[in-house]
């Protein structure tokens, strides 16, 4: 099992455990968020540890290439030195160096490959964190609206026999009840203290000023000659003793040559 597949299994258990024994979901978010970011701060050591060995396999394969080329200069030497002999040994450690340095080469190459692997997988892993992390707000409204439309419901279902309501509505008749009487005590208030009485009066008084306007229009209209023969202006007005005095002024227009009667 490989370093990643590693951390994704203890991932994959803690997130579990957590969402098993969850309370509160924001927490819970949270708590993988934490857990997610000390697994990939493990993985990044793994995967840093991966890349120091590839590196160190580099340097050996390295090393060993410079090693066979150094005897190989030595065999040159010894041959224009001509001593074949020493060549020929510098020779043998030329072709020992040599191998070990493809052989190390070999390793490097194929432990490359995977370190590759390895950083493309710690990627990856570190993108789904931070995406979790831009999903952790939205889970949480989510999980907040929730919460909310489920207390509503619960409310709703705690008023099915509307007492609420109904308590409204008894609130409601009764401030109506308690707005009329408050009207009819004012009205009986006004009949005992003669308030009303004046109140009527005042209704008169502006009745008998606008019977007097209209008769003293119609008078006007007369001098003024814009009423025809015969026509009549009754008026109604309140005596000074509270007697009516009722005023009838009739013109009465005779043919030419008789007497006026009036």
Not at 78 to 100: I, S, W
Not at 102 to 119: N, Y
Not at 220 to 225: A, D, H, N, T, W
Request: aromatic share 2%; hydrophobic share 40%; charged share 35%.
């Amino acid at each position: 099992m490989g370093i990643l597949d590693r951390i994704s299994t203890v991932l994959k258990s803690n997130i579990n455990d957590l969402i098993s024994r969850a309370e509160n979901p924001e927490k819970m978010l949270n708590q993988i968020l934490i857990d997610m970011r000390s697994q990939l701060g493990k993985a990044k050591q793994q995967v840093a540890g991966a890349i120091a060995d590839e590196k160190r396999l580099k340097d050996q394969a390295d090393g060993e290439q410079r090693t066979a080329d150094e005897w190989e200069q030595r065999a040159m030497l010894a041959v224009r030195e001509g001593r074949d002999d020493l060549a020929k040994q510098a020779l043998v450690r030329n072709a020992e160096h040599a191998a070990h340095a493809a052989a190390l080469l070999a390793t490097w190459q194929q432990h490359q490959a995977e370190t590759e692997k390895l950083k493309n997988s710690l990627r990856d892993l570190n993108d789904k964190i931070e995406e979790a992390k831009r999903k952790k707000n939205l889970l949480i409204a989510r999980q907040k609206r929730a919460e909310a439309q489920k207390r509503i419901a619960e409310t709703m279902s705690s008023m099915s026999e509307k007492s609420a309501f109904e308590a409204f509505s008894r609130m409601e008749a009764r401030i109506e009840d308690n707005e009329r009487r408050v009207i009819a005590n004012t009205e009986i208030d006004e009949e005992f203290s003669g308030d009303r009485l004046a109140k009527d009066f005042k209704v008169l008084e502006k009745g008998a000023g606008a019977a007097s306007a209209d008769a003293q229009l119609l008078a006007l209209k007369q001098k003024m000659g814009l009423l025809g023969p015969g026509a009549s202006a009754p008026a109604k007005q309140i005596g000074a003793g509270g007697k009516l005095e009722e005023t009838v002024h009739a013109e009465i227009e005779d043919a030419p040559g008789e007497k006026k009667k009036a």
